[in-house]
Nanobody, 123 residues
């Protein structure tokens, strides 16, 4: 059974940084794409960043240059380093994994989602 557990969310002032982590288990980690999505109250879930099986990364324009996605195959973790945070980054952040695709524009096979971790950026 695929299990994804996010951590690292919290409250931070504008301009601050947070590092989210996603611990994965129950599948062959290195053979799955992974990504981060976010959803604010009253809004649709939107993609933030994805990393495919070959290590290619993709970012939403809104976070490009500020966020960095990374995958540690030895530790089975996915991280999202978030710098220069803005109030509009406030959202619930979800980790996602799938057997194929890029986990950003598309998934091949059913995606697996974590329970989410809240990020709040406010002064």
């Amino acid at each position: 059974q695929v299990l994804l557990v996010e951590s690292g969310g919290g409250s931070v002032q504008p301009g601050g940084s947070l590092r989210l982590s996603c611990a994965a288990s129950g599948y062959t980690y290195s053979r799955y794409c992974m990504g981060w999505f976010r959803q604010a109250p009253g809004k649709e879930r939107e993609r933030v960043a994805g990393i495919d099986i070959d290590g290619t990364t993709r970012y939403a324009d809104a976070v490009k240059g500020r966020f960095t996605i990374s995958k540690d195959n030895a530790k089975d973790t996915l991280d999202l380093q978030m710098n220069s945070l803005k109030p509009e980054d406030t959202s619930m952040y979800y980790c996602v994994a799938a057997r194929g695709g890029d986990c950003y524009t598309h998934f091949l096979g059913p995606p697996y989602w974590g329970q989410g971790t809240q990020v709040t950026v406010s002064s």
